[in-house]
Nanobody, 121 residues
């Protein structure tokens, strides 16, 4: 599976962005998909995940209620709708595909190249 993330940019605090992650391959629908982010000087962290079968979702506490993950298996794409953005959301955002319903980086097998999100105050 190859992943291509897009949709990042510069936005003011309180604004919104929608990230997309397009996947190649016919097995996209079988993968658990997730978004991670990495801020300068910090470790990469889990943001949100969505299951392959029942589309159940999970979020980091820091984004719960502001971000929404969704997927369109017909388009082989996963999305991250980010609302009420804060300066602390500034990071490079990565999409990832895996087979386990977990939040650790090591549990994801495929990674996109990352897209920069910058939130100004």
């Amino acid at each position: 599976v190859q992943l291509q993330a897009s949709g990042g940019g510069l936005v003011q605090a309180g604004g919104s962005l929608r990230l997309s992650c397009a996947a190649s391959g016919r097995t996209f629908s079988t993968y658990i998909m997730a978004w991670f982010r990495q801020a300068p000087g910090k470790e990469r962290e889990f943001v949100a995940g969505i299951r392959s079968t029942d589309t159940r979702t999970n979020y980091a506490d820091s984004v719960k209620g502001r971000f929404t993950i969704s997927r369109d298996n017909a388009k082989n794409t996963v999305y991250l709708q980010m609302d009420s953005l804060k300066p602390e959301d500034t990071a490079v955002y990565y999409c990832a595909a895996g087979s386990l319903w977990r939040e650790a980086l090591r549990d994801y097998d495929y990674w996109g190249q990352g897209t920069q999100v910058t939130v100004s105050s």
